[in-house]
């Protein structure tokens, strides 16, 4: 892959602390609705770079770009057709470079996500595949098999599409036959690579090149467990009733972690501050970590904490859990409350069930939102007080919940491979409104195009304008409770030395009580009643009006203590 260097003069963002990583506010910029800045329906980084001193103010550390790759959209960009460009409508390489530079400007680094697993069908290579037929150099990128059967009609193996359906799709040869399939975990419009073959290797060597070059801090991972299959291509087991699919012979193998030493070490030639995020769903704690250790991935999405439901018990076991994986590695952990793929975390809140599945996003099932908006505030401070890095997805400073969005105006793939079944995660992806009291809610100028899904008409209140105006808001809570966590030696990273950082507090069965050391508390009220609060001399934030010495319901608050 040929490319021109670009080595951007040094700035302020990228010569700060190399272990910047390790306590991180990082906020997710989903492209496609964050901000339209041209008008056409869609966002773009002209729209992120006219509403950055939202997040300078907001108070993040880093900026993760979701993917703003050239793609047909099949997977809201993660179908990549073209590894080392930014989509047209999104504003292309030179609108990047203008927002890694004001990004910087602002002391805020700028982490990109990288789709190694697959790419689109689109993509240069997967098209020469298709055209060379079998047995040729270029299939071997890819996962090509012959399928079974007298005439090859059947797939392969029996393995599961994670969006339903077959994970393999037969293609028509260049003689008009019926020929070859391939394989594709996710949509058919994803073909996995093969990350046996060097060449794959080498490839995606250059595009983490291409982007360091150019400034970026650092790559956010996706399917990060995913890369390594069994070349046997085995059928999997079949679940037990309401059991988990078997991955085996495609998630969480040994041989991924070679890549991620490799690509480490390409990192730590541009110096000690470039990072790695991986995402993975891994059931066990322990094979989780083994992605951490200290010449491998930087860090990794915690889905167990943002799976937990809102129930003081589960959510003291994943953080015990979640500690006691990352200490033998070393590594910081990971809090996050939502993100592009899951339902937002107002509306998990507000529900019943207050937990979150793939396999049962609860659509439909009756939310309260004024609990689950008090819930969230509550569950922002407890994220930010625990030792390690946490995350905010756009809008979630804002209060947004999911929204039900028409099914005429649904996109994400899901829905379709589902048959309907499962709505899939546009509910969560809505375009931002920032001002004004009607749709667009200046996402873009009120005479331009439609947004591209449609925003609730009772948006106005959520604005960031409105929201800005209002000291009570969620959006001044976050403020708050972020400018804190950054001047508190107390919070955010754990002491490079070892060990957590916290310990717990006693407290009554339906209440979560920690310190950081050496003198700051959180305590959270999950139960029905208000709790009394430890002996403190003073209140660094609280999530909701406190009643004397009292924590209500549903309420979490930083305190500082006395310490002898």
């Known amino acids: 892959m040929a490319h021109t260097l670009h080595l951007p003069a040094q700035d302020p963002a990228s010569s700060a602390d190399p272990a910047w990583w390790r306590g991180a ?14 008008g056409d329906g869609i966002g773009d980084l002209a729209g992120v770079l006219r509403e950055i001193d939202h997040l300078a103010a907001l108070g993040v550390d880093a900026l993760w770009m979701s993917p703003w790759y050239p793609s047909p959209l099949a ?4 179908d990549v057709s073209d590894y080392t460009d930014v989509a047209p409508v999104y504003g292309g390489l030179d609108q990047a470079k203008r927002l890694v530079e004001a990004a910087h400007a602002r002391g805020i680094r700028v982490i990109i996500d990288i789709v190694p697993n697959h790419c689109s069908s689109e993509h240069a290579w997967f098209r020469a595949a298709l055209a060379a037929g079998p047995g040729t150099p270029e299939r071997e990128m890819f ?3 012959p399928g079974r059967g007298a005439d090859g009609s059947l797939p392969p193996n029996n393995w599961r599409s994670r969006f339903g359906g077959p994970a393999w799709t037969r293609v028509t040869e260049a003689d008009g036959e019926p020929g070859e399939w391939y394989l594709h975990l996710y949509s058919a419009e994803q073909p996995d690579l093969n990350w046996e073959h060097p060449r794959v290797r080498a490839e995606f060597d250059d595009v983490l090149r291409f982007w360091f070059d150019r400034g970026v801090d650092g790559f956010r991972v996706d399917v990060a467990d995913g890369l390594v299959k069994d070349p046997d291509l085995p059928d999997a ?10 991955e085996r012979a495609f998630s969480d193998r040994d041989g991924v972690h070679e890549i991620y030493r490799r690509w480490r070490a390409i990192a730590e030639s541009y110096g000690p501050d470039r990072v790695f995020v991986g995402e993975m769903w891994l059931p066990d704690p322990e094979r989780f970590a083994r992605y951490l250790r200290p010449d491998e991935l930087h860090s990794a999405f915690n889905f167990d904490f943002l799976s937990c439901p809102w129930e003081p018990a589960a959510l003291r076991g994943v953080i015990d859990r979640t500690l006691a994986a990352h200490a033998p590695v070393g590594a910081p952990a990971t809090w996050v ?4 793929d ?21 659509y439909g099932a ?3 939102p004024e609990l689950g908006t008090r819930r969230a505030r509550a569950a922002a401070l407890l994220a930010m007080a625990l030792p390690g890095g946490v995350y905010v997805y756009q809008g979630e400073e804002l209060g947004l919940g999911e929204v039900d969005v028409p099914e005429e105006w649904i996109d994400d793939p899901v829905f379709a491979r589902s048959g309907g079944a499962d709505r899939g995660r546009d509910g969560c992806r809505v375009p931002l409104p920032w001002s004004g009291e009607r749709a667009p809610f200046g996402f873009g100028p009120e005479d331009g195009a439609r947004p591209w899904l449609p925003q609730p008409d009772g948006w106005a209140a959520h604005t960031a304008r409105a929201q800005a105006a209002d000291p009570a808001s969620m959006l001044n809570l976050y403020r708050r409770a972020l400018t804190v966590r950054r001047a508190e030696p107390a919070l955010g990273s754990p002491p490079a030395g ?15 009580a920690f310190v950081r050391k050496p003198d700051v508390a959180c305590v959270v009220n999950l139960g029905s009643e208000a709790a009394e609060l430890p002996a403190h001399v003073e209140v660094l934030v609280a999530s909701g009006p406190l009643e004397g010495d009292r924590l209500p319901p549903d309420t979490a608050v930083w305190l500082r203590l006395l310490v002898r």
Do not use: C, K
Request: avoid cysteine.
């Open 25 to 38: 506010a990082i906020y997710q910029v989903y492209p496609r609705s964050f901000a339209d800045g041209d």
């Open 75 to 78: 997977d809201g960009g993660y």
């Open 143 to 145: 996962w090509f098999r």
């Open 237 to 246: 087991r079949e679940p037990e009733e309401g059991g988990a699919p078997d």
């Open 337 to 340: 409350l939502s993100n592009h």
């Open 342 to 362: 899951v339902t937002r975390h107002v509306t998990r809140y507000g529900r019943a069930d207050t937990g979150f599945s793939f396999a049962d996003r609860q």
């Open 366 to 368: 009756p939310s309260d």
């Open 498 to 512: 070892g060990g957590s950082g916290m310990r717990w507090l006693e407290s009554g069965p339906e209440v979560l």
